[in-house]
Structures are given as C-alpha cells and as structure tokens.
Antibody
Framework: EVQVLESGGGLVQPGGSLRLSCAAS????????MSWVRQAPGKGLEWVST????????YYADSVKGRFTISRDNSKNTLYLQMHSLRAEDTAVYYC??????????????WGQGTMVTVSS | DIQMTQSPSTLSASVGDRVTITCRAS??????LAWYQQKPGKAPKVLIY???SLESGVPSRFSGSGSGTEFTLTISSLQPDDFATYYC????????FGQGTKVEIK
C-alpha cells in the first residue's frame, strides 16, 4: 500500500525550532517529488515546500523561505522539514504529500494524516 | 505569484442536486489544475488532475473542465458522502490552492 506518515509535531515556543519527518512506503521514493502542505486551524490549505525527485531542486513558499529547509534521505525513504524561527502564524497541521511526478512534480496524489505544530509561549 | 479564486465560498445543496464549483486563476495555467476533497479532521483527497482527468477510484459523478484561467468542478448528482470542502490547486508555477468551497446540506 502506498502511504506516507508524518511525525515530529508538537508545542514549541516562538523563535524555536522543530523538525518534521515523513516516512514513505509502497512506492519508489527517489523517483517522486515530495511536498509539505499546511493548514492553520479553521483555514484553507497552504503549500509550504517541495523537493524534486531528481536533480535535487527545492521550492519554498515566500512565507517560509529562509526559515524552513526541506530535505530527503532516499536511503531511508524519508522526507524532512526543518523549521527555524517559528512564529505563531506557523501553527498548523502539516501534511506530507507525494507528487504525481518527479520535477517539479505536479499535483499531490498521496497525503499523510498530518502532524500538528503549535507555536505558543 | 498565481492567485486562485474559488466561488462560491459556501454552497448549500440537497442530495441529488447537480453542483458546480468555479475556480479562476490570476493568469493562464494551461490545464495544470487539480481538485481535492477534504472532510473535517481528514487529509485532502485528490479527485481530478490536469483539469479533467479523474483520479483512479473516484466516482464518475465528479468531473472537471476548463483551461487557461477558468475551471469548474461538477458533481452530477450529490451524494451524502460528498458534503465536504473542495479546493482547487494550480501547479503551473509552484503550487497555489484556492480558498476552498464548503458544500453543506441544504
């Protein structure tokens, strides 16, 4: 079964850091772009970042550029999102999603269940 | 940046109704558009990609059309399981979601 599973969410103080992980299974992980999408409480979906499946290209939303870093370990079938300088407005459920293709990857066909990140003092 | 605007924001309908949701892009995105369904507390689920291609396993009552800047998602006969929030997404240049359309019971 094709699936992705996020972990690493939690409560963090403003200005703090957190690293999310996304474990993938059931498909050739290295062949596909992978993405992070977030959803603030009661709000819509916001694309955060994408890592291509080939060539190592990374893409970021302006709202997180310079603060978040996406990476992947193809040997572990795992995607990461390192978040620094966290703000209250980063509070959201963070979803990991598999793209249909490799680079830039297209739409998202497989989603995880999400992991909650709360930024509060 | 490409902006996506959905209308309406909320739609009240009855089981059996034909429902249409519109999505407009701030510039041409060719056919690089997807539609997602999301239920409360759940992850989004892709329904349509490349504007009109039905994802495997999605009921045929869902259809998508359009190209350029104007797109529609149509549910031919609304079923109880279809009450949810629907999002369009462009992937012509980076990725942008519309603000969502909530389909509620009339």
């Amino acid at each position: 079964e094709v699936q992705v599973l996020e972990s690493g969410g939690g409560l963090v103080q403003p200005g703090g850091s957190l690293r999310l992980s996304c474990a993938a299974s059931g498909f050739t992980f290295s062949s596909y772009a992978m993405s992070w999408v977030r959803q603030a409480p009661g709000k819509g979906l916001e694309w955060v970042s994408t890592f291509s499946g080939s060539g190592g290209s990374t893409y970021y939303a302006d709202s997180v550029k310079g603060r978040f870093t996406i990476s992947r370990d193809n040997s572990k079938n795992t995607l990461y999102l390192q978040m620094h300088s966290l703000r209250a407005e980063d509070t959201a459920v963070y979803y990991c999603a598999k793209n249909y293709g490799s680079d830039p990857g297209g739409a998202f066909d497989i989603w995880g269940q999400g992991t909650m990140v709360t930024v509060s003092s | 940046d490409i902006q996506m605007t959905q209308s309406p924001s909320t739609l009240s309908a009855s089981v059996g109704d034909r429902v249409t949701i519109t999505c407009r892009a701030s510039q041409s995105i060719s056919s690089w558009l997807a539609w997602y369904q999301q239920k409360p507390g759940k992850a989004p689920k892709v329904l349509i990609y490349k504007a009109s291609s039905l994802e495997s396993g999605v009921p045929s009552r869902f259809s998508g059309s359009g190209s350029g800047t104007e797109f529609t998602l149509t549910i031919s006969s609304l079923q109880p399981d279809d009450f949810a929030t629907y999002y369009c997404q462009q992937y012509n240049s980076y990725w942008t979601f519309g603000q969502g359309t909530k389909v509620e019971i009339k």
